[in-house]
RNA sequence: CGGGACGUAGUUCAGCCUGGUAGAGCGCUUGCAUGGGGUGCAAGAAGUCGGAGGUUCAAAUCCUCUCGUCCCGACCA
């Protein structure tokens, strides 16, 4: 029996029951933010270890800002001031008092302070003390932290008032340096969502009118999700001059002049998760690449006589035990006996909805022949799910079950990006009949709407975002792979645009 | 923040129109049977009906306000 709602049905209702049935997260009392329970929050701390770990390989070092910046330090970079002068959490107030039995807000403070919606500003004014001389540069960090916007309309994972998230801050003494920086980890968070989170993405940069708030360039990471929308996964951020102008991180250079510092910023959040959920989950639930996977092997004992219990218990914790030595990815193999006083056929369906990568069943039958058999998640319902082996032979080989599973998960995901994304509409008429209504299916039989990307030509004028908004698409990105090619702008209808760009849906 | 739907047991929901003893499925607890693809039977525990005010002899039900959730939109990681 799959999930209440299923994909073709209803996208946004398939989502929520994910996240419900693996048990990852669940909507908060505190308006607007969310509970991330312990499996999602163990993706979340895989996702900061792998992660954590490339950020050191780049040389950069974590620190922590103040999680309240002074409403004063906002309002330095212009550009910035407009772009983020949106919903956000204001502090005015330092003590409560008891008034008539209610507690009211007292004290009020001499400047208000903001919850931060992200860090430039404060951490600039570090930068600024910290940068006297072109020695001093290049600074490298990173803080792991929480950040607040006041949404409006909080989805778990993709959209709620507080996040968690990375932000990297980084100041340099050229140009090329800084830029340069800004395109290394982008580079850097694709390797993440490739290779670990198994989420393939198009890499490119935003539109000028698209950018981060302050920002010369902003680089992102586009990923595909199985509706065929597309979901920021990360971005990466040239400030240029900007912020160092505003914040005053000025240094002498080699030639004995002051100048300003040229900074960068990028960012990934628990986002990511929701990315996670919408590339690989099915309608029985989620499917956690290995890599990721909080528990990569699970172990569940099938008691019939009780008689056995212990003979079989044992068993089990000595296969945990063999399976622990195994090094997978680096790492040694996270292993789980679930002997919980449940049901077997409970648990095995518990962690199926987790997704969980291999799930062994263990009982009278396998001590007899020394063997397991073991399920594996991504071939539910099909040849592949239930298999049987030799324990040794298992043992031996479960590092290299769970690499397939992890390459295959990649695979899968490739596919759907490479197979959606349409080249061949090459006018502004063609591409209005394509997108003319919502039921645009990837794949048939599906109800829910499903909108392949379109790569394609698009002028740059900005009165083609009209347009765009009429159709309820976005520009995702300028991908870096241009072809350099002349054709029509498929907004504007315009001859010789040259850019090519992805339309999506996006979320 | 605009449009729509909705808040009743842990959960999904019925009951509301037409006011009069608080209901069901799943889950939970116990027992027996079962057990390698989502158990069966029996018994049991569990809700000041989101909150405040009003109408009434009487409110889950009618009225007002408020808080929250979900969907669509705007905005965004």
Redesign the pocket.
Known sequence: ????NLREN????W??NVV??ADMAE???????MVIKPWGYGIWERIQRMLDEKIKETNHENCYFPLFIPLSYFQKEAEHVE?FA??MAIVTHSRLSMEDGKLVPASPLDEPLIVRPTSETIIADSFSKWVHSYRDLPVLINQWAN?V?W?????????????L?QEGHTAHATFDEAEKEAETMLNVYEDLCVNDMAMPVIKGKKPEY?K??GAVTTY?IEAMMQDGRS?????SHFLGQNFAKSADIKFINTNNEPEYAYTTSW?????LI?GLIMTHADD??MCVPPKLAPQQVIIIP?????SKAAEITAYAEKLRDALKSQIFAGEKVRVRFDNR??????K???W??KGAPLI?????????KN?????NRIH???DG??N?EDVDVFIATVAEKLQTIQDEMLARAKARLDGNIVTDIKTAAEFEAYFANNNVYLDNGGKAPKVAFVRGKWCGDEATLDKL?EM?LTIRCIPFDQSGSEGECLLSGKKGATLDVIYA???
Request: positive net charge; glycine residues 8%; charged residues 30%.
């Open positions: 029996m799959a999930l209440k209803s996208y946004p209702d989502y929520q419900a049935a909507v908060s009392s505190s308006p607007g933010c772009g949106k919903e950040v916007r949404e409006m309309r909080p989805r778990l994972f993709l959209r709620t008032r507080e996040f998230w698209d981060f708030p992102c979901l920021q996964a990360g971005t960012g990934v959040s628990t986002r929701g029985e639930g099938i008691i019939k006589d009780k006083p449940k049901e077997a056929v409970d095995m369906w518990e199926t909805r062994v069943e263990v009982g009278a039958k396998d001590l007899e063997a397991v058999m073991f399920r539910i319902n099909q799910w239930k049987f908004k309820r849906r996006s979320y």
